[in-house]
Nanobody, 115 residues
Framework: QVQLVESGGGLVQAGGSLRLSCAASGSIFRINVMAWYRQAPGQQRELVAAITRGGSTDYADSVKGRFTISRDNAKNTVNLQMNSLKLEDTAVYYC?????????WGKGTLVIVSS
């Protein structure tokens, strides 16, 4: 079993920045993909950014150039640096990991971008 704990959400004005962090713990052997998803009210959960163990990244078009995902394989952590935040970035952000083929989700951290 792998447990994920997210932190760093909160209230920020449009144009501001936030940094989300996620730490994985438990019986960890090898984490492949680490990612951040988000779900806005009334909308489906969507991929925000993902990073492989080797460091390859993928971003949703809506966040390219504004968000940066990074990970520390030794510490089993993944971060999401969010800059130039927009109102439409408001959502619950979820950490996701693929651990040897099994997937795990965090409980989510709320990000609210205000005008």
């Amino acid at each position: 079993q792998v447990q994920l704990v997210e932190s760093g959400g909160g209230l920020v004005q449009a144009g501001g920045s936030l940094r989300l962090s996620c730490a994985a713990s438990g019986s960890i052997f090898r984490i492949n993909v680490m990612a951040w998803y988000r779900q806005a009210p009334g909308q489906q959960r969507e991929l925000v950014a993902a990073i492989t163990r080797g460091g390859s990244t993928d971003y949703a078009d809506s966040v390219k150039g504004r968000f940066t995902i990074s990970r520390d394989n030794a510490k089993n952590t993944v971060n999401l640096q969010m800059n130039s935040l927009k109102l439409e970035d408001t959502a619950v952000y979820y950490c996701y990991v693929d651990h040897t083929g099994a997937t795990y989700w965090g409980k989510g951290t709320l990000v609210i971008v205000s005008s």
